[in-house]
């Protein structure tokens, strides 16, 4: 889980793996790593979901963590369109790190689409080049567990 500080990183993998969503922000310092075991199309898939802390101008992502990655989601806040320009640079980042492991962009928060300043145009654009976008919402589970699945399929296809 790769992203800007306060996307929803947490609140995704909490939403994905416990069915939870909590309004109180807790800041993830360091890295948070939970676990999922799954049956995906009669694979056993055991997956490791390192929610790595939200890089900021006080707090830059190391490449070291990503080591090993299979694959990765970015995620971006909808109703701040900085996340944007994070989520670029940390998907260049990552690529170079793991060696173009899959990545599917979450433009997080779409129960709050009113107040998205996200442009559907930068959307195509990156559509465009080729990436993967899910529109998200941890709060309402919205395509919570199909951006997971997509992800551990796009995995599987790739090994």
């Not at 889980?1 to 793996?17: D, I």
């Not at 909590?22 to 009669?42: A, M, P």
């Not at 390192?50 to 990765?72: C, T």
Request: charged share 25%; proline share 1%; hydrophobic share 40%.
């Amino acid at each position: 889980m790769l992203g800007a500080f306060a996307v929803g990183k947490t609140s995704l993998v909490q939403s994905y793996v416990h069915s939870i969503f909590s309004e109180r922000y807790q800041t993830t310092i360091g890295v948070k790593i939970d676990q999922k075991n799954l049956c995906f199309n009669d694979t056993d898939v055991t997956l490791m979901l390192w929610d790595l802390y939200g890089d900021d101008d006080f707090m830059k992502m190391k490449p070291s963590y990503l080591i090993g990655s299979s694959g990765y989601l970015l995620v971006a806040d909808g109703t701040r369109n900085d996340t944007i320009n994070v989520a670029l640079r940390l998907q260049e980042m990552a690529s170079e790190t793991t060696k173009d492991a899959p990545f599917i962009l979450l433009i997080n928060k779409c129960d709050l689409i009113d107040s998205w300043e996200v442009e559907q145009e930068t959307l195509n654009k990156l559509e465009q080049k080729g990436w993967k976008i899910m529109l998200t919402s941890a709060k309402d589970s919205i395509m919570v567990e199909e951006a997971f699945s997509l992800l551990t399929q796009m995995m599987l296809e790739k090994n």
